[in-house]
T-cell receptor, first 116, second 114 residues
Framework: GAGVSQSPSNKVTEKGKDVELRCDPI?????LYWYRQRLGQGLEFLIY????????KSGLPSDRFSAERTGESVSTLTIQRTQQEDSAVYLC??????????????FGPGTRLTVL | GDSVTQMEGPVTLSEEAFLTINCTYT??????LFWYVQYPGEGLQLLLK?????DKGSNKGFEATYRKETTSFHLEKGSVQVSDSAVYFC?????????????FGTGTQLKVEL
């Protein structure tokens, strides 16, 4: 079956512009996660969605970052008024609930964001 | 909060050499531990995992044992191949409101030469 897909694969934008990044999780996966990987650093958790519950936004670095998810499908991560420090690879992952425990997270290929 | 520390790279080895990539963690409770691998030009893939103390995860000749007493999850392989060249990430997950967000180390790049 299809894996996690993300679009666009690359995005170059000017400082101050807004960007939207999209993630299509694996069908049937109730949990969806966004991470950020800045150059030379590990992945940082941003936000996760679990079914229809309120999302865990504890990793969002500022109020310029927001994300939405409709039901158990597509998610959009929006960055407003982009700054150069937002340049990174943004990774989406999904997982399913099994026996009350979320298991392996499957990652998408990522969106490489460059803010000029 | 939770954290993962892994050895810095790059690690350069000759083919058939023994590999160890150290990983230690700090976490409350009993997290699950993972090694993810990112091959050049590809996305992150789960390599192996262990969900409780003394469990050994293994895959593709790689092994790692969950050591609670030393809070470690070192990755080992007895004989590396050129095709193992990749970046390896150690990670842990702790239950957070029912989910299991991953906390990653900074990654260790492995280069295997003929």
């Amino acid at each position: 079956g299809a894996g996690v897909s993300q679009s666009p694969s690359n995005k170059v934008t000017e400082k101050g512009k807004d960007v939207e990044l999209r993630c299509d999780p694996i069908s049937g996966h109730t949990a969806l996660y966004w991470y950020r990987q800045r150059l030379g650093q590990g992945l940082e958790f941003l936000i996760y969605f679990q079914g229809n519950s309120a999302p865990d936004k504890s990793g969002l670095p500022s109020d310029r970052f927001s994300a939405e998810r409709t039901g158990e499908s597509v998610s959009t991560l929006t960055i407003q008024r982009t700054q150069q420090e937002d340049s990174a690879v943004y990774l989406c992952a999904s997982s399913r609930l099994r026996g009350g425990i979320y298991n392996e997270q499957f990652f998408g290929p990522g969106t490489r964001l460059t803010v000029l | 909060g939770d954290s993962v520390t892994q050895m810095e790279g790059p690690v350069t080895l000759s083919e058939e050499a023994f590999l160890t990539i150290n990983c230690t963690y700090t976490a409350t409770g009993y997290p699950s531990l993972f090694w993810y691998v990112q091959y050049p030009g590809e996305g992150l893939q789960l390599l192996l995992k262990a969900t409780k103390a003394d469990d050994k995860g293994s895959n593709k000749g790689f092994e790692a044992t969950y050591r609670k007493e030393t809070t470690s999850f070192h990755l080992e392989k007895g004989s590396v191949q050129v095709s193992d060249s990749a970046v390896y990430f150690c990670a842990l997950s702790g239950l957070t409101g029912g989910g299991n967000k991953l906390t990653f180390g900074t990654g260790t790049q492995l280069k295997v030469e003929l």
